[in-house]
């Protein structure tokens, strides 16, 4: 009987939307040379280190309470000091959760995962019996190699080969490889423009600080930067003068405030990033997008200006498409609030040279004196 050939799937990612793996034969050197890459990067950036193991291997030693605790019969155990955690769980892994736990990396660097159709870096072993398992179909999908310098065979793909201690320019390939997968994303503009203005009394969207109305304004000004921009209403603000001839995307999650907007645009256009702005921010400007836009972190989940205090203001930021699943979470474990979202992800702050600019209007008073400031008057 003729063996079938294993077939491979590419499903996208295993862990991480930023992930690059690393396979290779026992012995090959792959834990020292991604030991080295992490080593380089983690100063700059927030790594996963994921170590696929097909055999059965122990986190826990005997006599210690947590050990104690699982073979007592916890399904779960967590040890935790101030600075790390650890949890163990019995059963297969929970790819989904633990997608969400790591999505607080910048991106991920894996160990193992030969046999898989995922794109990866092969390790050759001194004697290149790797080599063999890619001629027979049974590793595929290889981007790059990395060799001993005292390799003498030849390589069966003309792709990126770089010497086991070329460490800058093994570095450099990894960079380039997860960053242009980020810079795939488009970038749409959204102004938050459906709040109710309870305090205001009227809707912020429509009060007019610069000759226009601030819903007008903003989707202009956002339009100049953004690859397609969009209004963020309710169902029943479709036809409000200021906006009916915009371009609009209605909330399709209601009563969460500005996350629902952020999220219904997100399932609206999932492959996109968000740059976001407020309708009750009345001083942003074309300097302060740009300072947005130029200083954006790549990899982090959401980049964002600080106030004064630090603390992010997340109606003024740009949000990965892959803080969706960051989103779902928190709504799912009832926070609503944007800036705790923000304090609790991979976020990267960003301090504008004019802090000014994040002052809100949400009250008349506050529209008065933002006109006493900008000199106008009605």
């Not at 380089?40 to 950036?45: A, K, M, T, V």
């Not at 000759?211 to 339009?223: M, N, P, V």
């Not at 479709?238 to 999650?253: F, G, K, N, T, Y």
């Amino acid at each position: 009987m003729t063996k079938q050939k294993k077939k491979h799937v590419d499903r996208g990612y295993l862990y991480h939307p930023f992930e690059v793996i690393f396979s290779g034969l026992s012995g090959s050197g792959k834990t020292t040379l991604v030991e080295k890459l992490i080593a380089n990067f983690s100063s700059d950036y927030k790594v996963a280190y994921i170590k696929h193991d097909a055999h059965k291997f122990e986190m826990d030693h005997p006599g210690k309470d947590s050990y104690r605790g699982r073979a007592a019969g916890a399904h779960s155990s967590l040890i935790s000091d101030p600075c790390h955690y650890v949890f163990t769980q019995n059963g297969l892994m929970n790819i989904f959760s633990l997608r969400s736990d790591l999505s607080d990396c910048h991106f991920a660097l894996v160990e193992g995962h030969k046999t898989i159709a995922s794109p990866k870096i092969v390790v050759v072993d001194e004697q290149g019996e790797i080599l063999k398992m890619i001629q027979d179909g049974s590793v595929v999908n290889v981007h790059a190699f990395v060799v001993s310098s005292k390799a003498k065979f030849q390589l069966p793909l003309d792709v990126p080969t770089f010497q086991r201690d070329d460490l800058e320019g093994i570095a450099q390939y990894v960079m380039n490889v997860v960053t242009e997968k980020a810079n795939k994303a488009p970038l749409y503009g959204l102004v938050l423009a459906g709040g109710k203005s309870s305090r205001m009394g009227k809707d912020k969207g429509a009060l007019s600080y610069h000759g226009e109305t601030q819903g007008q304004f903003l989707y202009k000004l956002l339009a100049k930067y953004c690859d397609k921009t969009f209004v963020s209403c309710r169902n029943d603000q479709m036809s409000s003068p200021h906006l009916r001839e915009l371009p609009q995307i209605h909330d399709r999650v209601i009563e969460m405030g500005p996350a629902g907007g952020i999220l219904s645009a997100m399932l609206t256009y999932p492959e996109a990033r968000w740059l976001v702005m407020a309708c009750d921010l009345p001083l942003v400007d074309e300097a302060h997008i740009q300072h947005l836009i130029e200083n954006a972190h790549p990899l982090a989940l959401v980049s964002g200006h600080v106030d004064e205090e630090g603390l992010p203001e997340p109606l003024s930021a740009i949000y990965r498409p892959e803080f969706k699943q960051k989103l779902f979470s928190f709504i799912g474990l009832g926070v609503q609030c944007p800036r705790k979202m923000l304090l609790n992800s991979l976020f990267h702050p960003l301090t504008n040279p004019n802090v000014e600019k994040l002052l809100n209007a949400n009250t008349p008073e506050d529209y008065a004196s933002v006109l006493a400031k900008m000199g106008v008057t009605l």
